[in-house]
């Protein structure tokens, strides 16, 4: 595995040629998008999929059913940093949905647990919540401070490090570190509640 595929929104010239060209018509170049961006696509999907005590999807699924709907509905990526966020952006809604429809089973369904690690909120131990509780937690972030929950969201539904946020975000790694302390802060609060 290369540097580059190991982040996400890694620098790799081949990805940023192939996004060019299938933005340009190029009907084989999702395709070699696809698989050139694989092993970087394959751990966001493992970092989601392995945080759920039942799983709905392996992680080669996820990343599959990730990019038919993309390939369903061209977008027009402006950078490889761009592409990771709406690809992570997907994974989550495929497994927002997945957690709705099996809560919803007759049988009385039950939520999807996931384990926040407080490794990713800073801190040491684990937060179990459901995820259907922190996509509601996310959402109302979102609507109160979007930016905070955008950043939240590409950091653990994403995988993205803080400079590659930065990047995507067009804000400063300063802004960055800021906005997710108190996104840390406010999900814990709201998911405790």
């Known amino acids: 595995m290369t ?4 982040s996400p929104a890694g620098s ?3 990805l940023t040629h192939l996004l060019h060209a299938w933005r340009s018509g ?5 395709s070699a998008l696809i698989d050139e961006a694989y092993v970087a696509l394959k751990q966001m999907a493992v970092r989601r999929v392995g945080n759920h005590g039942a799983a709905t999807l392996s992680p080669t699924e996820l990343v599959h059913e990730t990019a038919l709907g993309m390939m369903q509905s061209p977008m027009d990526f402006a ?8 690809m992570s952006l997907a994974m989550r809604s ?4 997945r957690a709705r429809a099996r809560a919803a089973e007759k049988r009385g369904g039950r939520d999807v647990q996931v384990s926040l690690s407080r490794a990713d909120f800073g801190d040491e131990g684990a937060l179990a919540v459901d995820l259907l509780a922190l996509e509601q937690a996310l959402t109302r972030l979102e609507t109160l401070d979007p930016r ?15 400079d590659e946020i930065a990047l995507v975000m067009d804000v400063s790694v300063p802004t960055v570190k800021r906005d997710l302390r108190f996104a840390r802060s406010w999900l814990l ?3 405790g509640d």
């Open 189 to 191: 609060k709201a998911i």
């Open 94 to 97: 495929i497994l927002v949905d």
């Open 148 to 162: 905070c929950g955008q950043i939240m969201h590409l950091t653990y539904f994403g995988g993205l490090q803080q």
């Open 26 to 30: 190029d009907g084989h170049a999702f």
């Open 79 to 86: 950078n490889r940093a761009h592409f990771f966020a709406t």
């Open 12 to 14: 790799n010239p081949d």
């Open 3 to 6: 540097a580059e595929k190991s």
